[in-house]
């Protein structure tokens, strides 16, 4: 759904949810979620990092953003388009890589 349609008050399914539509739903379902609620407090790394073990394939790190844009969201944070996340998750890796 486009962020600016999202209603945190009408959360039916995941494509309520900001930036997800028919393909992250079905990662959602992936990652053995049935309701946007079950979402609230997870991890989006965490959430990535499962579904790319999942699936066998390393998905695009976009995913990562739409994720984050989808938990910040679910914590009460205003729903914002999921490229605000990408500075925020290449920041993330940067760090997870120098702490190698």
Not at 38 to 43: H, L, M, P
Not at 45 to 71: H, K, N
């Amino acid at each position: 759904m486009n962020p600016t349609k999202a209603d945190r008050t009408n959360l039916k399914t995941f494509t309520d949810l900001p930036n997800v539509g028919k393909a992250a739903a079905d990662d959602l379902r992936l990652l053995g979620y049935e309701k946007p609620e079950e979402i609230t407090g997870s991890d989006p790394v965490i959430m990535y990092e499962m579904l790319c073990a999942i699936t066998g394939v390393r998905q695009d790190p976009c995913v990562m953003d739409v994720f984050w844009s989808v938990t910040d969201f679910l914590g009460g944070q205003p729903a914002q388009s999921w490229w605000n996340y990408t500075e925020r998750r290449k920041d993330h890796l940067k760090k997870m890589m120098s702490m190698r």
